[in-house]
């Protein structure tokens, strides 16, 4: 008969903490699962959301934005595969970054009840997004297969691209996660950074549009966006070189996300034992 010893000892959980996050990984799979399934307990069409809400978007945007403001594509590119590129990695990163900042606080009841890395938490809460995200790339593979668009080489880096926009979602998401248990108005903001963050990067438009505007005061700010070279760099390895990319910005994205990744991780880790008192 298989036994397990735990030994409690003074700064035990600290020294082995990414020891015990691997112990975990059931608990982990477990809260994936849990979250997955209320998702979509009790709804008509499930998983079909995932399709519904980037088609439904992509509609409404290539209407007011490619008919009515009349923005242009990329040369070549077809407006509706650009705009639905941009919303499928948006989507993802923002869907992400909003369950990692509610993770803890929306698993109060299991903080105060039993120990365990509180790392968890957040690493389990992106299942969701990312059963999401692959809804909504297989409705571009669909459009690319009407629009007869093929990709090329560039698809190779697609992983790449993925993982800086999950990277991404924690780099901001568990300094949310830590600071949303002691203020609770994190969880009004969070809505609001979101929707801001929809129109500044380039979704509905292409980067190339401030490209040709590198005289203006603001282009700078626009670059430091990490989104924007995520965003650009997953649109150009699906499109291929099409689309357009600025390596440049793709260095700015990965500078910034390693950056904030390590502070909020920091952060995290040190706050985290006080999150039972907070609750």
């Known amino acids: 008969m298989k036994t397990h010893e735990v030994i409690i000892q003074p700064g035990r959980s600290e020294r082995h903490y990414w020891r015990e996050l691997w112990r975990n990984r059931e608990l982990m799979y477990i809260l994936s699962m849990r979250d997955v399934s209320v998702r979509y307990k009790q709804t008509a069409l499930g998983t079909a959301w995932g399709l519904i809400r980037p088609l439904t978007t992509m ?26 590129g941009g919303i499928t990695v948006w989507t993802f990163f923002a869907t992400a970054f909003t369950q990692i900042s509610n993770s803890v606080t929306m698993n109060s ?57 999950l990277l991404a979602s924690f780099a901001f998401g568990l300094f949310f996660a830590a600071v949303n248990v ?49 965003i650009d760099g997953f649109r150009w390895s699906l499109l291929g070189e099409k689309a ?19 502070l909020s991780l920091y952060f995290f880790r040190k706050r985290e034992n006080s999150f039972v008192d907070d609750i």
């Open 244 to 262: 357009y990319f600025n390596p440049e910005s793709l260095l700015i994205s990965v500078g910034i996300i390693g950056v904030c990744l390590i």
């Open 109 to 165: 009841n299991l903080v105060t009840k039993v120990y365990f890395p509180r790392l968890i938490m957040p690493i389990s809460s992106v299942a969701v997004s990312f059963i999401d995200f692959l809804v909504s790339l297989g409705l571009f593979i669909v459009l690319s297969i009407w629009y007869k668009f093929m990709p090329d080489w560039h698809l190779l880096l697609l992983p790449a691209f993925i993982v800086l926009a």
């Open 59 to 84: 509609l409404i945007m290539v209407f007011v934005f490619s008919k009515i403001a009349k923005l242009p594509a990329d040369p070549g590119v077809p407006y509706p595969l650009m705009v639905l």
């Open 182 to 230: 002691r203020f609770r108005d994190i969880g009004q903001l969070i809505p609001f950074i979101v929707q801001i963050g929809f129109y500044i990067c380039p979704i509905a438009y292409s980067s190339r549009l401030v490209a040709d505007k590198a005289g203006e005061w603001w282009t700078p700010f626009y670059w430091m966006n990490p989104m924007v070279g995520i």
